[in-house]
């Protein structure tokens, strides 16, 4: 995912706004500046694919969990979120959790000249505890355009259990490593750009980054289509991503870990 390339589509956003804001805004976003005004998106479904890797000076490894498979090696997971706006001040809680099982499969290694095998390989058995939790305040500049900022809180819990292939070879590795056990904090910037084409149908896009915090790297990407029936009901279907990786010194080698989350979001929200 290209940052830059999002941040510039944002800012084209931005830059045809004021001719939007000089029309009406249809739709649950039009509130009298003395009225609170809430969402509840629960439940939400997110069936991301997952891209994840551990690199070291000795060996990479890869997690990929493609989308068809999410399924069968996601445990469990939560999201749900919350908004509270009034006049154009607006207040935010997002809150997503996931456990996830993979497994990483790596070549054998053999002699140049003898063709003897030096290792057989490694099965590398992964469980990934991660959320991404957040908690913003914003305000909104133009009808539909808003600005916010806030704190996210990233738990990451990283498991790898590591067994030969064979019991041939003289380098075997058989343990268990905990990889990641972190709690971090990040301090987010981002904007959203929410517009209602009519009474039941609307489109929102938003972009975040970090610009201080404990995590190395950490943004995230997301697009909807809103349909509001009635005075209560919202069916949100979108797409999401999310980056979170760490660069890790340990015993004067550095480990990058590296998680991508990509994938269709369904969820259906309250208004009132």
Same mark, same amino acid.
């Given at each position: 995912?290209?940052?830059?390339?999002?941040?510039?589509?944002?800012?084209?956003?931005?830059?045809?706004?004021? !001719?939007?804001?000089?029309?009406? $805004?249809?739709?649950?976003?039009?509130?009298?500046?003395?009225?609170?005004?809430?969402?509840?998106?629960?439940?939400? $479904?997110?069936?991301?694919?997952?891209?994840?890797?551990? /690199? !070291?000076?000795?060996?990479?490894?890869?997690?990929?969990?493609?989308?068809?498979?999410?399924?069968?090696?996601?445990?469990?997971?939560?999201?749900?979120?919350?908004?509270?706006?009034?006049?154009?001040?607006?207040?935010?809680?997002?809150?997503?959790? @996931?456990? #996830?099982?993979?497994?990483? $499969?790596?070549?054998?290694?053999?002699?140049?000249?003898?063709?003897?095998?030096?290792?057989? *390989?490694?099965?590398?058995?992964?469980?990934?505890?991660?959320?991404?939790?957040?908690?913003?305040? *914003?305000?909104?500049?133009?009808?539909?355009?808003? $600005?916010?900022?806030?704190?996210?809180?990233?738990?990451?819990?990283?498991?790898?259990?590591?067994?030969?292939?064979?019991?041939?070879?003289?380098? +075997?590795?058989?343990?268990?490593?905990?990889?990641?056990?972190?709690?971090?904090?990040?301090?987010? #910037? *981002? @904007?959203?750009?929410?517009?209602?084409?009519?009474?039941?149908?609307?489109?929102?896009? *938003? %972009?975040? /980054?970090?610009?201080?915090?404990?995590? &190395?790297?950490?943004?995230? %990407? +997301?697009?909807?289509?809103?349909?509001?029936?009635?005075?209560?009901?919202?069916?949100?279907?979108?797409?999401?991503?999310?980056?979170?990786?760490? &660069?890790?010194?340990?015993?004067?080698?550095?480990?990058?870990?590296?998680?991508?989350?990509?994938?269709?979001?369904?969820?259906?929200? %309250?208004?009132?």
């Amino acid at each position: 995912m290209n940052v830059v390339r999002i941040y510039f589509l944002l800012m084209l956003l931005l830059s045809a706004a004021p !001719s939007i804001a000089s029309k009406d $805004v249809i739709g649950p976003d039009t509130k009298t500046s003395d009225e609170w005004h809430y969402v509840i998106a629960f439940p939400m $479904v997110w069936a991301p694919s997952i891209d994840g890797s551990i /690199t !070291s000076e000795l060996e990479r490894v890869d997690l990929t969990v493609p989308f068809d498979d999410i399924l069968e090696n996601l445990n469990w997971g939560i999201i749900g979120e919350l908004y509270a706006q009034k006049g154009p001040w607006l207040y935010s809680l997002r809150l997503d959790f @996931m456990r #996830v099982k993979g497994e990483s $499969v790596t070549e054998g290694l053999t002699g140049p000249i003898t063709g003897g095998i030096i290792s057989p *390989g490694h099965v590398y058995d992964i469980k990934l505890d991660m959320a991404a939790n957040d908690f913003l305040a *914003g305000y909104e500049v133009l009808p539909g355009f808003r $600005v916010f900022t806030g704190v996210r809180q990233i738990y990451a819990k990283l498991d790898v259990d590591v067994s030969p292939r064979s019991d041939d070879g003289l380098i +075997n590795i058989s343990k268990n490593l905990n990889i990641a056990h972190d709690n971090d904090f990040d301090w987010l #910037v *981002g @904007m959203t750009y929410r517009h209602w084409f009519s009474d039941n149908w609307g489109m929102s896009v *938003g %972009f975040d /980054t970090k610009i201080a915090g404990e995590s &190395d790297r950490d943004n995230g %990407f +997301n697009v909807t289509a809103m349909y509001r029936f009635g005075e209560l009901h919202n069916i949100w279907i979108g797409y999401r991503y999310l980056h979170i990786g760490n &660069d890790v010194k340990k015993d004067d080698i550095v480990e990058r870990t590296d998680f991508k989350q990509q994938g269709p979001q369904l969820g259906w929200a %309250f208004t009132f």
